[in-house]
Antibody, heavy 120, light 108 residues
Framework: QVQLVQSGAEVRKPGASVKVSCKTS????????MHWVRQAPGQGLEWMGI????????TYAQKLQGRVTVTRDTSTSTVYMELSSLRSEDTAVYYC?????????????WGQGTMVTVSS | DIQMTQSPSSLSASVGDRVTITCRAS??????LNWYQQKPGKAPKLLIY???SLQSGVPSRFSGSGSGTDFTLTISILQPEDFATYYC??????????FGGGTKVEIK
């Protein structure tokens, strides 16, 4: 079955970077967009960016431009999200979510989430 | 950016009730509106896509309607497992693909 399995919880100090992985299985990796969404404790959902696994192209939310980078490893069907210059307000659960063939498609499969804590 | 406004932000209801949640977009998004359910400590789950299409495996008591700027999610007969937070999301314009603020459905 289709699955997205994310890496485990991380703790970082302010100013550091974190890289979260999202390993996919059960479908053709290059055929579906991948999104990243985060959720601060007790807050709503915030879209971070969209990644095209076929061409490796990305579009990020403006507020994260310059700090977020999404990459892929096609040999393992894994997508990575790296966030740099971490601040306390980056403390959140980070999700990868599969889109569809089109940018406008809904997110039908989600990873289990990765808690990232930024604290001195 | 397109802003998505949900109402109410929370509601109390009883098992068996009919529940309606609304979502308004700051500009027309045609039918590019999706609904998700999230339970505590879990990832969101897709319920409705393209405003009114039921995702595979989702019970038929969930339905969606609307187009343009005004949308509705309805739970026809509320079940115990439906107590959760519900989010709308527009997929018309990227970036960003914005979510509504959420509606928490609690037990009365």
């Amino acid at each position: 079955q289709v699955q997205l399995v994310q890496s485990g919880a991380e703790v970082r100090k302010p100013g550091a970077s974190v890289k979260v992985s999202c390993k996919t299985s059960g479908y053709t990796f290059a055929s579906y967009y991948m999104h990243w969404v985060r959720q601060a404790p007790g807050q709503g959902l915030e879209w971070m960016g969209i990644f095209n696994p076929s061409g490796g192209t990305t579009t990020y939310a403006q507020k994260l431009q310059g700090r977020v980078t999404v990459t892929r490893d096609t040999s393992t069907s894994t997508v990575y999200m790296e966030l740099s210059s971490l601040r306390s307000e980056d403390t959140a659960v980070y999700y990868c979510a599969r889109g569809g063939w089109y940018v406008t498609d809904a997110f039908d499969i989600w990873g289990q989430g990765t808690m990232v804590t930024v604290s001195s | 950016d397109i802003q998505m406004t949900q109402s109410p932000s929370s509601l109390s209801a009883s098992v068996g009730d009919r529940v309606t949640i609304t979502c308004r977009a700051s500009q027309s998004i045609s039918s590019y509106l999706n609904w998700y359910q999230q339970k505590p400590g879990k990832a969101p789950k897709l319920l409705i896509y393209a405003a009114s299409s039921l995702q595979s495996g989702v019970p038929s008591r969930f339905s969606g309607s609307g187009s343009g700027t005004d949308f509705t999610l309805t739970i026809s007969i509320l079940q115990p497992e439906d107590f959760a937070t519900y989010y709308c999301q527009q997929s018309y314009s990227s970036p960003p693909l914005t979510f509504g603020g959420g509606t928490k459905v609690e037990i009365k």
